[in-house]
């Protein structure tokens, strides 16, 4: 392992908690009135900030998240305008949108703009996926994904375990990911909010370990594993053997709706560890 190099990503929440959709897992729901932060459009010169911030904390990727269902002209103008901005400052950081259901046109635009990868989750398997939204279709997300890879963006693709669903819909949203063959693979571990009407995530720190080394296994040509939401959460202070088990990406500082650990606490854990830090995609 002490060759590998460790790909850090940041996320930028430029729009909070305004979406109409009812994924049971999700504080930006309206629905839930979860106890967040809510905004329409992040300040631009806000974002700069914390786009320069990512970058000096070793991050090479950015990710501009909004929360709708989907892109509409007036996100894809904001997202475009956002993408504009930071490429112009030349930082180094590979951008990245994630920004709901988006068409080929829309995915065509933001890549005109800066955008170089796009993040869009199956969140679970096809067959679980009702239990967990009704709001619009696991068949939409598969959509947008295969419109990323036809846009020629990047396509980032993952999910979230600890739902409450079984294996077998592990297995099915895993190979489902194949088929669609993501650059780089999300993992995600849900983190309980009162507000939200799932149970808490029931998943084992032994368990979500073998989830990880599960998703290298299905996705050998996925060039990163990245552990995002919930890293803290499930793997506590000891969380760098998530390494051991195929993981070789992090997403540092803070999630969309919770707060992170330190980015130079967790710089450190990597180096300590002997591994480097991806300076170049
Ligand atoms: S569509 Fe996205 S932002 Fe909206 S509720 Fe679902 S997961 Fe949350």
Redesign the pocket.
């Known amino acids: 392992m002490k060759d590998k190099t460790i790909f850090l990503c940041a996320i930028c929440n430029i729009n909070s908690g305004t ?5 049971k ?5 309206v ?1 839930y009135k979860a106890d967040i932060e809510r905004y329409k459009q992040k300040p631009i010169g806000d974002i700069l900030e914390e786009a320069r911030a990512a970058r000096k904390n070793g991050a090479l990727g950015f990710c501009l998240v ?5 892109l509409d002209d007036k996100v894809l103008e904001f997202v475009s305008e956002v993408a504009y901005t930071i490429e112009k400052e030349k930082l180094g950081l590979r951008l990245i949108a994630c920004n ?1 259901t988006a068409t080929k046109e829309q995915l065509l635009e933001l890549k005109k703009n800066g955008i170089k990868a796009y993040n869009h989750n199956l ?1 679970t398997s096809r067959e679980f996926y009702p239990k967990i ?1 009704s ?2 279709s696991w068949e939409e997300r598969f959509a947008t994904c295969q419109n990323v890879n036809e846009a020629g963006l990047v396509l980032i693709s993952g999910g979230i375990f600890g739902l409450g669903e079984t294996h077998t819909d592990r297995l099915s949203m895993l190979n489902s990911l194949k088929e669609l063959d993501p650059t780089s693979v999300p993992i995600n571990f849900y983190h309980h909010n009162p507000a939200l009407h799932l149970q808490p995530n029931p998943l084992t720190r032994e368990e979500a370990l073998q989830l990880v080394r599960l998703t290298r296994q299905t996705l050998p040509n996925a060039q990163r594993i990245m552990v995002a939401g919930g890293r803290e959460l499930m793997f506590g202070e000891n969380w760098s053997e998530i390494f051991d088990y195929g993981a070789n990406s992090i997403v540092i500082g803070n999630y969309l709706t919770t707060p992170g650990a330190k980015p130079e606490k967790d710089k450190e854990v990597i180096e300590k560890l002997g591994l480097k830090i991806a300076t170049k995609v």
């Open positions: 979406c109409n959709e009812d994924c897992f999700c504080s930006q729901s629905r909004t929360s709708n269902k989907g709901g969140e939204c709001t619009h």
